[in-house]
């Protein structure tokens, strides 16, 4: 079961190999975009949260990362310092109430249990101010293992986000490290 116990363990024993150790090449460049350092921006499912550090570091001001196990957010919290601007909470995604303007995802569609795929669509787009975003990175391939991670195609995903989003950009990313290389989809979504 894909619960608080099983992440936490995966922490706990560094059965982390998703963890690319820095931010992700794709969600660095649509980063580096972003004009508004004032954006209310969410991470789920952020583990290390590299992201969340990169965001940091080019001075957004309301950064909140959320996770359902507790090790890597406790060690985000050193890493981001003193005087960091990274709200963390250790919750369940499912649970969590908020408003942002951006939410980014970085391998946390792909951690969930397929039968949740609707309520992660419904749930982001109850996270998303009206003129939000929801932006980051999909998995466009197949896993031969039984998930963590859950593969998934474009095809899918368009039909199952439709009722809640409009498609800015969904497309094979160009610059994802070279194990994923083909394997991803760049997506900017809007909400209905
Ligand atoms: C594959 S890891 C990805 C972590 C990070 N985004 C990265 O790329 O390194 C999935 C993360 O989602 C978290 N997670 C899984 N289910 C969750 C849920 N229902 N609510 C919040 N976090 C969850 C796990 O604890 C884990 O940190």
């Known amino acids: 079961m894909l619960n608080k116990t099983f992440w936490e363990h995966r922490y706990e024993h560094q059965q982390t190999g998703w963890d690319l150790g820095e931010v992700s090449p794709p969600l660095k460049g649509y980063i580096d975009h972003l004009q508004d ?3 209310r921006i969410l991470i789920p499912g952020c583990g290390n949260g590299h992201e969340a550090l990169y965001l ?23 890493k981001s310092g003193e005087n960091g601007r990274i709200t963390t ?16 995802e970085q391998t946390f569609y792909c951690a969930l249990d397929p039968s949740m795929r609707q309520r992660y669509w419904e749930h982001m787009h109850q996270l998303l101010d009206n003129n939000g975003v929801l932006a ?4 466009n391939v197949d896993f031969d293992k039984q998930g963590p991670p ?3 195609n474009e095809a899918d995903y368009r039909k199952e986000l439709k009722p809640y989003f409009h498609i800015a950009i969904m497309e094979p990313c160009y610059n994802s490290i070279q194990p994923r290389m083909n394997t991803e989809l760049f997506f900017m979504l809007r909400p209905r």
């Open 37 to 39: 350092p004032s954006l």
């Open 56 to 78: 940091q570091s080019k001075g957004f001001q309301h950064i909140t990362v959320l996770d359902i196990a507790e090790p890597p957010l406790a060690a985000l919290k050193e």
């Open 89 to 104: 909470v250790n919750a369940d995604f499912f649970e969590h109430n908020g408003t942002y303007d951006l939410i980014l």
């Open 136 to 139: 980051g990175v999909l998995f």
């Open 150 to 152: 859950f593969g998934g």
